[in-house]
């Protein structure tokens, strides 16, 4: 896909996992969109889930942000403000979208920090959105000035406590563009990075649980050591989320978000015990959807 962001060109990579001669004003089965989180592109994000979900959904996903096989940039308008960085993110969701061979609406799923991406794009365009799963999403806490601290995250050891100053600390060094433990990648030489990327490509996919074939994981190891091969995770696209913690200043069940009524696509988070975001928020907007009584929210 070919983006203009910042007034510059951006490109985003893509698949569409669809029968031969398939498109979305052809195909028998609903579109759903997977979007990727951290450290990953969207293939190597959800490669493991294809089997599953193929069957039943013509699926389309792609390398969010600065990721997978991404244009990496230097800068960013979206790294002067909170609202600057929200309109720097629904503009990339939006284009990317548009650009997509999509139907008129489509189902999406997303995970982590990236689930605050298809809620954003939802209260925009709620007309393309068929259905929302969310899965360990950032970004729905609300937002109460008199209690907020953009680096208030749990702490797995004692979760009374907050990890504030750890979580300053490596903000301080992700801007400062050192520290990151990521950066020991691009610190190897080229033949140590791609040994460490394979083993632990096939560590994950290689196994009983998940039979993939040999052609299929040197084919994952291959994406990835392409992807790190041209990655900093310090670039200006992975500080945004942490140097504005997940939007939450603006809450996702207000009426201008998830919250309005207007929405008529079901709407479902889910989350675990040792999950890095907070929930609180999330059942607001899963019980203000319209579809909650049905049971389909």
């Given at each position: 896909?070919?983006?203009?962001?910042?007034?510059?060109?951006?490109?985003?990579?893509?698949?569409?996992l669809?029968?031969?001669?398939?498109?979305?004003?052809?195909?028998i089965?609903?579109?759903?969109?997977?979007?990727h989180?951290?450290?990953?592109?969207?293939?190597?994000?959800?490669?493991?889930?294809?089997?599953?979900l193929?069957?039943?959904?013509?699926?389309?996903?792609?390398?969010?942000?600065?990721?997978?096989?991404?244009?990496?940039?230097?800068?960013?308008?979206?790294?002067?403000?909170?609202?600057?960085?929200?309109?720097?993110?629904?503009?990339?969701?939006?284009?990317?979208?548009n650009?997509?061979?999509?139907?008129?609406?489509?189902?999406?799923?997303?995970?982590?920090?990236?689930?605050?991406?298809?809620?954003?794009?939802?209260?925009?365009?709620?007309?393309?959105?068929?259905?929302?799963?969310?899965?360990?999403?950032?970004g729905?806490?609300?937002?109460?000035?008199?209690?907020?601290?953009?680096?208030?995250?749990?702490?797995?050891?004692?979760?009374?406590k907050?990890l504030?100053a750890?979580?300053?600390?490596?903000r301080?060094?992700?801007?400062?563009?050192?520290?990151?433990?990521?950066?020991?990648?691009?610190?190897?030489?080229?033949?140590?990075?791609?040994?460490?990327?394979?083993?632990?490509?096939?560590?994950?996919?290689?196994?009983?649980?998940?039979?993939?074939?040999?052609a299929?994981?040197?084919?994952?190891?291959?994406?990835?050591?392409?992807?790190?091969?041209?990655?900093s995770?310090?670039?200006?696209?992975?500080?945004?989320?942490?140097?504005?913690?997940?939007?939450?200043?603006?809450?996702?069940?207000?009426?201008?978000?998830?919250?309005?009524?207007?929405?008529?696509?079901?709407?479902?988070?889910?989350f675990?015990?040792?999950?890095?975001?907070?929930?609180?928020?999330?059942?607001?907007?899963?019980?203000?959807?319209k579809?909650?009584?049905?049971?389909?929210?």
């Amino acid at each position: 896909l070919k983006l203009k962001l910042d007034n510059l060109d951006f490109q985003v990579r893509f698949n569409i996992l669809e029968g031969p001669n398939e498109t979305a004003a052809t195909s028998i089965k609903p579109t759903l969109v997977l979007v990727h989180g951290y450290m990953c592109g969207g293939v190597s994000a959800f490669v493991q889930w294809f089997r599953l979900l193929v069957p039943h959904y013509r699926v389309v996903v792609f390398d969010n942000c600065g990721w997978g096989l991404n244009t990496r940039m230097t800068e960013s308008t979206g790294l002067s403000t909170p609202e600057r960085a929200e309109a720097w993110l629904l503009d990339f969701m939006t284009q990317s979208m548009n650009k997509l061979d999509l139907p008129e609406s489509s189902s999406y799923s997303a995970t982590q920090w990236a689930a605050t991406f298809p809620p954003l794009y939802t209260s925009y365009h709620y007309e393309r959105v068929k259905a929302l799963f969310c899965a360990s999403a950032a970004g729905v806490e609300t937002y109460d000035p008199a209690n907020y601290h953009p680096e208030r995250y749990p702490d797995f050891d004692e979760p009374t406590k907050y990890l504030s100053a750890k979580m300053i600390a490596a903000r301080e060094k992700l801007e400062a563009r050192k520290g990151h433990p990521m950066a020991i990648i691009e610190k190897m030489v080229p033949e140590a990075a791609a040994a460490a990327i394979e083993f632990r490509v096939r560590q994950q996919i290689l196994t009983k649980n998940n039979p993939s074939t040999e052609a299929q994981a040197q084919a994952l190891v291959d994406f990835q050591v392409a992807m790190f091969s041209n990655l900093s995770m310090l670039e200006v696209l992975e500080v945004m989320p942490l140097k504005f913690p997940f939007l939450v200043r603006h809450a996702m069940n207000a009426a201008d978000r998830l919250g309005n009524p207007a929405i008529d696509a079901p709407i479902a988070h889910a989350f675990g015990d040792m999950d890095f975001f907070g929930s609180e928020g999330a059942d607001d907007i899963v019980r203000g959807s319209k579809h909650f009584a049905s049971g389909c929210s």
